[in-house]
């Protein structure tokens, strides 16, 4: 099973968060507001944060630029991932990624069973990988945002989680683009 090694010290992540929707403002976005209050609880540093419109093209921009962007380590983003014409924020993911972390969503599909049954069949949300930055695309809600940091990612996103974590590989997520 998993747990914490005390003996590690804990090394805080640049998290930027994006809210995707058509509606929401700053002062009236839950789900983002969930976000950062429980990345910020961790430890770790709020790098940015965004709202942009469910427009693929608009999505995808912003995730590159955060990508390149030295001062981010992850992207959390929130809204269109579901099953609507507008839905739009996982393709906008799989135009960025260079590798999709296929068991973030089977492991957020499992989470979602227990708090929701069967409507989490309705949830596409993903993670995956681009130029040394983590990405994971998350459904608007705040119950779904708080699902997902409370059950998966607190833990992926520690230095000290045991058998293994995102943060130690890091260093390799793009030693393919270094010269040999």
Known sequence: MSRI?????????????LTVSDTREMGEDRSGDTLVGRLTDAGHTLAAR??????????AAKLREWCADPEIDVILSTGGTGLTG???TVEAHRDVYEKEI?????????ISMQKIGTSA??????GGVANGTYLFALPGSPGACKDAWD??????????HRPCNFV???????????RK
Do not use: G, W, Y
């Open 151 to 160: 059950e998966i990612l607190v833990k992926q996103l520690d230095f000290r």
């Open 5 to 17: 090694d005390e003996t590690r010290d804990f090394i805080p992540v640049r998290i930027a968060v």
């Open 168 to 178: 130690e590989i890091f260093p390799r997520l793009d030693e393919h683009l270094r």
């Open 86 to 88: 507008r839905d739009v």
């Open 102 to 110: 296929d068991a973030f969503s089977t492991v957020f599909t499992m």
């Open 121 to 126: 069949i309705q949830s596409r949300a993903t």
């Open 50 to 59: 965004d709202i942009i419109k469910d427009e693929r093209d608009q999505i």
